[in-house]
């Protein structure tokens, strides 16, 4: 068959979420018929995203700037703060531009059979925000798992009894769903259907 | 949202096969959050294997060295050689391991649809091969579609009058499959090609 570089790039490619070592195969042997067209302009970008793109400090979204261009961004509210388990759920509501406010992106859920506890969690950079912005708001948009729920309590928990308003996204997200794969009028819905907790 | 380094590396991940828009999000995020472990390997691999690879002239295999190492096997039969319609039909049959002979990659199949005619597959080089290494027999292993079908049975009829044995692999039920579950086509094939036992 194929011999160790093409191996070795079939293993790498098959590590990507949602490919298996089938599919790896397929892409490899795409990339190999389109070398000039996808292949090198492929390897060229995701170099030059490894190196550019860095880990907001403050928010935790991926971007070309530290802090990011939405924690940067003078127009945007500082006092309401959306909170996201993942990079992918920020863009989600990003993508929708329904809300003006900033977001933090926890890098999670709670998770025993994971092992993953609060410390786990970006929730002390939340704390301190929450403190040297003013934040009147803070609207938990966590995925309507049992997972992210869990978390969007025990956050909740977090929060109570500081001066501020925490509110949730509405139940329109339908039980089991993520936001990545939600329409932008559900998102747009479940955002001002926000309640107190 | 995104800024466009991002946006230009997820449009050219949503470009490989069995990925869109959304998947290849999904796969760009993964990546930034596995910069050591697969980012920058993944793109150092793409550049190796888009410089070191190249399609064998003989039978259109993809490999390191040209001719291939399967062109190049000094133990492998000459005068046998095994017709498919691309390189991961190849890698199929190798993987296998049940055929010592050579291979012969065609690049396609015949489509009136997608505009593409005898002269767009690698049939002349077949011709040649046939004639220079004096080939006793051409398994044609293409896939079982109607334009697979089709390629060959317009490659048995360019073959047709030349002094060697041309065949084609066998279609019928799969090894495990049940018949409550194949389609009917399979069915009536597998009974058309009965044998005796």
């Known amino acids: 068959m194929s011999q160790e570089p093409l191996k070795q790039l079939m293993r790498l490619v098959s590590k990507l979420p949602g490919l298996g070592p089938r599919s790896a195969r397929r892409a490899v042997i795409h990339l190999l018929q389109n070398r000039d067209a996808l292949m090198k302009p492929l390897a060229q970008e995701i170099q030059r995203a490894a190196d550019d793109i860095a880990t907001c400090q403050l928010c935790g979204n991926l971007d070309l700037t530290d802090p990011c261009h ?82 969007a309590h025990f956050v909740a928990d977090q929060l109570a009894g500081k001066d501020l308003k925490v509110t949730a996204i509405a139940h329109g997200v339908p039980v089991g769903g993520e936001l990545d794969y939600l329409d932008e009028g559900t998102i747009t819905t479940a955002l001002q259907s926000r309640r107190a907790v």
């Open 70 to 151: 939405i924690c940067h961004h003078p127009g945007r509210d500082r006092r309401t703060i959306c909170v996201v388990e993942n990079v992918a759920d920020l863009w989600a509501l990003e993508r929708n531009s329904a809300f003006k406010g900033q977001f933090h992106v926890l890098g999670g859920t709670l998770s025993a059979l994971d092992g993953i506890g609060p410390e786990d969690l970006r929730l002390k950079e939340l704390l301190k925000r929450i403190q040297d912005d003013q934040v009147e708001e803070v609207i938990l948009a966590l995925n309507a798992t049992i997972d992210g729920q869990t978390t």
